[in-house]
């Protein structure tokens, strides 16, 4: 009679623990990520009153099955269904990361890693990513610093939003080139200014720059020149920047030929043509001392509005310095020469050979086949299509600034309406060596496959970190530790430390999205009918039992 009790005493024991697992269920019904768990019963055990017997051959009898009399229930196990996905709750929080397959972030107190679907993840005050319920650090893989890529070693906190990181450094531009149609009918090309491109660069610190180069027709076919005419600062100031010279530094500076305007005659050393008041004059090109009236009409007779801009001051080594020329003879061969000296900063200088019958060209000459249209040379070069804009020589530092190689390849001669096309612009064509100004962050984003990038608002992108995942062989042998935090056991199997990619396997994380809690609430109400049920018929044997032993008792009366 007493077993029948305690049996039934059992069964509401297991019935309450059924009881208890359903409601942890239905009440993290709407918690992230939570894995739904189900129990199972077990017999308790059984007392034998009488053993299982065997035929007997002599007497002909058959065996006999063993007398076992059950003494309860208990609760066999408790599973979890933690490779059960749940479904997926759109936030738009781009910290908020869904992981896809059987595979677990990594988090750690500082001491230990845990382990986690929960995904919720925000930036501390010092840039760590972190878990929003409980600050535990987001691990993953480090960038190595020499390659630039991911360093898959120990899994470490990954600080994405570090000082360092805030900020992506500037660079000088060093590539250029230009592109477009150079029309010779253009009346800018043929005008005294000539077409003007805009090449925009940075130096080293991340200060922006514009160069204005002149694109100008000669009398040959097909030869143009291009030359350096100033440099702007980016509040469209004019900044002088000691040494800066275009051209190109395999060939000495080139001279372009020009027809001397109609209104001049050159006779010997004799400069003539005819004044306002219709008188010749004649201006004496071997004279030692020239007036700079006199240099003004030797200028206008080859086309320029001023002598400074027909011969430059330069220092030995052909770094101009200044547009103006000491007292020299020209000579009638073309030659201007002078005795070289010092400029008022103590510095060596001489003059440039000029040739009379055009001016030389402190850029470069380009030159078109008159055939194709496709560029030929540069500076009489096949092979090299660039110019180098430089900055400082041998008495001027360069500064903040970086060689600026012009490629002119891409450029053509083309009749186009009268209308050039031809720009200048930063980088190479495949955009490499356009020079950036200090970025500051302006985004996070996180791929598929864990990495993390910064955006900058000068264009650019780095490469932060990658978060790693955990997979376990037996993922369901892992341990709830509450905080929606797993620990690894012996029956799940260690974690190595290291972890892996989650793109390895087909897993991928996606943003904005988090797991939500894989509950089923209808399943869970039927079993909580069978739970009722159970309970309530286990009450009953006792109900009965006591029954039964209040007759018993009542047998003496």
Do not use: C
């Amino acid at each position: 009679m007493m077993r029948s009790l305690y049996s039934g005493v059992s069964g509401l024991k297991t019935h309450q623990v059924k009881m208890d697992v359903i409601g942890n269920n239905i009440a993290n019904v709407n918690t992230t990520a939570y894995k739904s768990q189900s129990i199972t019963f077990s017999e308790l055990m059984y007392q034998t009153t009488q053993a299982a017997s065997g035929p007997n051959a002599t007497s002909g009898t058959a065996g006999t099955n063993a007398k076992q009399i059950g003494l309860g229930v208990k609760s066999g196990a408790i599973s979890t269904a933690i490779e059960t996905a749940g479904a997926s709750q759109t936030t738009g929080n781009p910290f908020d990361i869904r992981i896809t397959g059987d595979s677990f972030f990594i988090v750690s107190d500082g001491s230990k890693n845990f382990f986690t679907r929960d995904g919720s993840f925000y930036v501390d005050s010092v840039g760590n990513l972190a878990m929003s319920s409980n600050g535990y650090n987001v691990m993953g893989w480090q960038v190595d610093e020499t390659t630039g890529t991911i360093k898959k070693d120990t899994v470490s906190a990954l600080r994405i939003m570090s000082a360092e990181n805030m900020t992506y450094p500037p660079e000088a531009t060093t590539k250029a080139y230009v592109s477009g149609i150079i029309d010779k009918n253009d009346v800018q090309v043929a005008s005294e200014s000539g077409k003007i491109m805009n090449l925009s660069f940075f130096d080293e610190l991340g200060y922006a720059y514009t160069a204005k180069l002149s694109m100008k027709e000669t009398d040959t076919l097909g030869l143009y020149s291009v030359e350096l005419t100033t440099i702007l600062n980016e509040n469209g100031e004019e900044v002088n920047i000691p040494g800066v010279q275009l051209g190109s530094v395999s060939t000495a500076p080139q001279v372009q030929s020009l027809t001397m305007s109609s209104a001049y005659t050159l006779a010997g050393s004799n400069l003539s043509y005819v004044d306002e008041n219709g008188a010749t004059q004649t201006i004496d090109l071997a004279s030692a001392a020239l007036t700079d009236a006199e240099k003004e009409k030797v200028a206008n007779a080859f086309g320029y509005s001023s002598y400074t801009e027909f011969a430059k001051l330069t220092l030995a080594d052909g770094t101009t310095v200044g547009s103006y020329v000491d007292a020299g003879t020209l000579t009638s061969t073309g030659i201007l020469t002078s005795t070289p000296g010092t400029d008022e900063n103590g510095d060596p200088i001489t003059i440039i050979s000029l040739n009379t019958s055009g001016r030389q060209v402190t850029g470069g000459l380009i030159q078109y086949d008159t055939a194709t249209g496709t560029i030929k040379s540069v500076n009489g070069l096949t092979n090299d299509f660039g110019l180098n804009l430089s900055f400082g020589a041998s008495t001027y530092p360069a500064g903040p600034y970086e060689t600026i190689t012009i490629d002119f390849s891409t450029s053509t001669n083309f009749n186009n309406n009268g209308t050039s096309t031809i720009s200048a612009d930063p980088g190479d064509t495949q955009g490499r060596g356009t020079g950036r100004k200090l970025g500051a962050m302006s985004g996070i984003s996180i791929q598929n496959d864990g990495m993390i990038y910064a955006s900058y608002d000068n264009g650019q992108t780095r490469l932060l970190g990658q978060m790693a995942v955990a997979e376990f062989t037996n993922a369901s042998g892992l341990q709830k530790e509450g905080d929606n935090l797993y620990s690894a056991t012996l029956n799940s199997g260690e974690f190595d430390g290291i972890g892996v990619d989650i793109s390895a396997n087909g897993g991928y994380m996606e943003t904005g999205v988090l797991e939500m809690s894989n509950v089923d609430l209808s399943a869970e109400f039927t079993d909580m009918i069978t739970a009722q049920r159970g309970f309530q018929a286990n009450s009953r044997i006792i109900t009965v039992s006591d029954t039964l032993l209040e007759e018993l008792v009542n047998l003496k009366r």
